[in-house]
């Protein structure tokens, strides 16, 4: 149990192009979905805390304009990386939550966004 | 900012043996969580551990946790090449501010066959 989906696994672009990544749980509600950067041999940051039906919650020195993120569904949550530069490049994961902080977070397999 | 630091940075050892992590933090936690990474895939978790616990077993993982100190443990008892992997302590932390995990920057596991 406790599936996270993340999609696509990769993508290679062209600087300015904008590029969306989806999150999904698929079998089970997600009350809060996270999103996560992490750069070569590096840890995680976290970038924003998203709630169902809300608007996300960035963290500090993450740009809200830049990186936007919805949660329209408790099973679906989108990153989308406007205007991407080669600084974008990264590594970026989600993760889903059933309920409240006492409970593990379940993580996709990342996606892996190049910026030429 | 990064809370956990975990120690070793990187580890080898002979499969069979056991290998143990640390973890270091600085804020009041509601919880800990270790994760296991393997390169360039999400990260799987392992086993929570809450503030007033001491020690959780599961499988060959023993995590111990010291409030006091601010410190954990992780064990991986008779080492398997599969946990060739990096390891990663996150804290949920109390008292406010972020929802979201704050990660060490973990410890890299290598199990020589």
């Known amino acids: 149990g406790a599936v996270v989906s993340q999609h696509p696994s990769w993508v290679i672009c062209k600087s300015g192009t904008s590029v969306k990544i989806e999150c999904r749980s698929l079998?089970?509600?997600?009350?809060?979905m996270f999103w996560y950067r992490q750069f070569p041999k590096q840890s995680l940051m976290l970038m924003a805390t998203?709630?169902?039906?809300?608007?996300?919650?960035?963290e500090q020195g993450v740009e809200k304009d830049k990186f936007l993120i919805n949660h329209a569904s408790l099973t679906l949550s989108t990153l989308t990386v406007t205007s991407a530069h080669p600084e974008d490049s990264s590594f970026y994961i989600c993760?889903?939550?059933?309920?409240?902080?006492?409970?593990?977070?379940?993580f996709g397999d990342g996606t892996r966004l190049s910026i030429l | 900012s990064q809370q956990g630091e975990e120690d070793p940075q990187a580890l080898s050892i002979q499969e069979g043996e056991n290998a143990t992590m640390n973890c270091s933090y600085k804020?009041?936690?509601?919880?800990l969580q270790w994760y296991r990474q393997n390169s360039g895939r999400g990260l799987v978790h392992l086993i929570l551990?809450?503030?007033?616990?001491r020690e959780k077993h599961s499988g060959r993982l023993r995590v111990t946790l010291d409030t006091s100190k601010k410190s954990s443990s992780l064990l991986i008892t008779a080492s398997r090449a599969a946990d060739t992997a990096s390891y990663f302590c996150?804290?949920?932390?109390?008292?406010?501010?972020?929802?979201?995990?704050?990660f060490g920057k973990g410890t890299h596991l290598i199990i020589q066959p």
């Open positions: 993760s889903a939550r059933e309920w409240g902080g006492d409970q593990p977070q379940h």
């Open positions: 079998d089970f509600q997600a009350t809060t």
């Open positions: 998203s709630n169902e039906g809300s608007k996300a919650t960035y």
């Open positions: 804020t009041s936690i509601n919880n």
């Open positions: 551990i809450r503030s007033n616990e």
């Open positions: 996150a804290t949920h932390n109390s008292g406010g501010g972020a929802d979201g995990l704050t």
